[in-house]
């Protein structure tokens, strides 16, 4: 069973850095997609960037410039560096991911992510 695992989470102020991790253990295929969603209080969940195994990556437009999505060798790992961190970035995060060739989706428990101003 895929079970995925964030870590890094935590309270910074305004300015600083955080990088998220998210490890995906319970099988020995790659996924096609990783990706980080957050959802605040009260809000949707949201895209906040994505890569493919190509290492093709997509960002939505609050975080670019600010924060990089990487895959780690063994393309069962996502990372997100966030730098800058803004207090609207506060959020509950959620590590993704796909396999087109099952169809499957697949969530992490979430890390929490709280900027302070």
């Known amino acids: 069973q895929v079970q995925l695992v964030e870590s890094g989470g935590g309270l910074v102020q305004a300015g600083g850095s955080l990088r998220l991790s998210c490890v995906a253990s319970g099988s020995i295929f790659r996924f096609n997609v990783m990706a980080w969603y957050r959802q605040a209080p009260g809000k949707q969940r949201e895209l906040v960037a994505d890569?493919?195994?190509?290492?093709?990556?997509n960002y939505t437009d609050s975080v670019k410039g600010r924060f990089t999505i990487s895959r780690g060798n063994a393309l069962n790992t996502v990372y997100l560096q966030m730098n800058s961190l803004k207090p609207e970035d506060t959020a509950n995060y959620y590590c993704y991911a796909h396999r087109t060739w099952e169809g499957n989706d697949y969530w992490g428990q979430g890390t929490q992510v709280t900027v302070s101003s």
């Open positions: 890569i493919n195994s190509g290492g093709s990556t």
